[in-house]
């Protein structure tokens, strides 16, 4: 027996989970395709064309761009 691995459960070429399966027990996902996949891929990761990819990052705040409190 090979020791646990990390696999993506990945529904519409989105990760929803992320689990730990050994590849040979008897288990599927309830939904989607059980994808092996490294440390770094996390939920809300896109898989496609055999790739994942992280979301893109949300902008952050430019300085001095917050609207001021009215007096």
Aim: charged share 35%; glycine share 12%.
């Amino acid at each position: 027996m090979r020791p646990d691995e990390r696999y993506a459960v990945v529904i519409d070429g989105v990760v929803d989970n992320v689990v730990l399966w050994d590849g040979e027990a008897d288990w599927s996902p309830d939904g989607g395709d059980a994808v092996r996949c490294g440390d770094e891929v996390e939920i809300g990761w896109t898989y496609e064309g055999g790739a994942f990819r992280a979301p893109p990052r949300p902008d952050a705040p430019k300085r001095g761009s917050r609207k001021k409190a009215a007096p």
